[in-house]
């Protein structure tokens, strides 16, 4: 059976650390969607690593990992992540595994990503740049070059073909990249994807379930940015919720078994787009402070506020969750009030559901109130030790969402997490 790890919100939720924490009781951990632009944190030996192609077991020796066909591979990045990994000990060519139908990033992706953001003026989608909104185009256009591609030799004659393609399309941009230096190191970066395990990658881990193995997939950013149920236009270009990894992974639906959903205590967004429970005042600005509330990949600061159950009900609904990881909880431990969004108020109707333009309309929304616990949660291991009112904050959101919270991390080491 195959369980799924996912976000339930805007991203960075802290879905690598809960990946690294799970991944040991797992044979395989994959990848089924997103690229470059999803960052996820670890700290391995202490130190802080960010990794955003390769699935985040690969720091555990007998975890095999797998990025699926329904990801967008930048190469670059992938070789540079490699050497990353191997600096501490880890030899990817053993654990690491790539589908040959992963759709693979060009430098004219990167072009024309940047090319349509300084087109759309202060309408900008917030994207990171990386090529993925043009390489999920190419795939829906049948454009794309996929990895087993590059193993045919007709691989530079494709290549040439669609950066000709490419050319024309950022002539109507009116838009000018020098784009060699991206080449030498792409074409650098495909040599070394050659040498790595290339797989037909639905064969692969449907036999792996067979045997009896146990997969956990995982995913990138949040499901508030799903290109279908998210916060359209402000969304990303693949689908981030559970149903992704059937058609990312090649898997059928009865194969899934637990939908972990990520959740922090609180929320936050990076780039654009509608948030309800954004805070614009000195309790936003003290989350992202003691949060330290940057973007993994691109360093932006992020958006705070408390957070959204409404939000968070729906994600729970499209996704099936059967339990909830709730992250950075210890971020909270500070502050004296708490609040929750329970409900929506638009044109002076109340609404608990997530409205279809959540981009087009004005939402106040409307909270409830709690005690905070006041006290540093950092070193408890145990479920009993947390505070009363972390206990009660949790109830509520169980008996809200539908799903239960089943773990709380209260730091961002490995250990720091109480099983509840």
Request: hydrophobic letters at 40%; a neutral charge.
């Amino acid at each position: 059976m195959v369980d799924v790890i996912l976000g339930l919100q805007w991203g960075d939720e802290g879905k690598g650390k809960i990946v690294d924490f799970f991944a040991p009781n797992y044979d395989l951990v994959a990848r089924f969607q997103g690229g470059p632009n999803a960052g996820h944190t670890l700290y391995v030996e202490d130190k802080k690593v960010v990794l955003h192609q390769i699935p985040s077991g690969i720091f555990h020796q007998n975890t095999i990992n797998l990025i699926g066909g329904g990801v967008v591979l930048d190469p670059v990045t992938l070789k540079r992540e490699c050497d990353l990994v191997a600096s501490f000990g880890i030899d990817v060519k053993k654990n690491l595994y790539i589908s040959e139908r992963t759709n693979i990033i060009v430098p004219t992706h990167r072009a024309l990503d940047k090319a349509s953001e300084t087109s759309k003026g202060t309408e900008k989608i917030g994207s990171t740049l990386k090529g993925i909104g043009p390489a999920y185009m190419d795939k829906t256009g049948r454009n794309a070059i996929r990895v087993g591609d590059i193993l045919d030799k007709s691989f530079i004659t494709n290549y040439i073909k669609l950066r000709l393609k490419h050319q024309r399309l950022l002539d109507n941009f009116h838009f000018n990249e020098d784009i060699s230096g991206w080449e030498d190191e792409f074409f650098d970066a495909i040599e070394f994807l050659r040498t790595l395990n290339v797989v037909n990658g639905e064969y692969f881990i449907n036999n792996k379930i067979s045997q009896g193995q146990k997969i956990l997939a995982e995913g990138a950013q949040g499901s508030m940015l799903d290109i279908d149920f998210g916060t359209f236009p402000y969304v990303t270009s693949s689908n981030t919720i559970s149903a992704g990894v059937c058609t990312g992974l090649g898997v059928a639906p009865q194969k899934i078994n637990e939908v972990i959903g990520v959740s922090k205590a609180y929320c936050t967004r990076v780039g654009s787009g509608p948030f309800p429970t954004e805070l614009f005042d000195a309790t936003g600005e003290e989350l992202r402070k003691i949060g330290a509330e940057f973007g993994a990949t691109t360093g932006r600061p992020r958006r705070c506020g408390w957070i959204d159950l409404v939000a968070l009900q729906y994600a729970c609904m499209i996704n099936g969750v059967t339990k909830i990881v709730m992250t950075k909880a210890d971020v909270l431990d500070s502050f004296d009030k708490l609040s929750m969004c329970t409900s929506y108020l638009i044109n002076d109707e109340e609404k608990k559901e997530v409205p279809f333009a959540i981009s087009k309309v004005k939402i106040e929304p409307l909270y409830q109130s709690f005690d905070g616990w006041s006290t540093d949660t950092t070193a408890i291991k145990e479920s009993a030790k947390l505070p009363a009112t972390m206990n009660t904050y949790i109830k509520f959101i169980n008996e809200f969402v539908g799903a239960p919270v089943k773990y709380v991390s209260n730091g961002p080491g490995r250990e720091q997490i109480v099983a509840l």
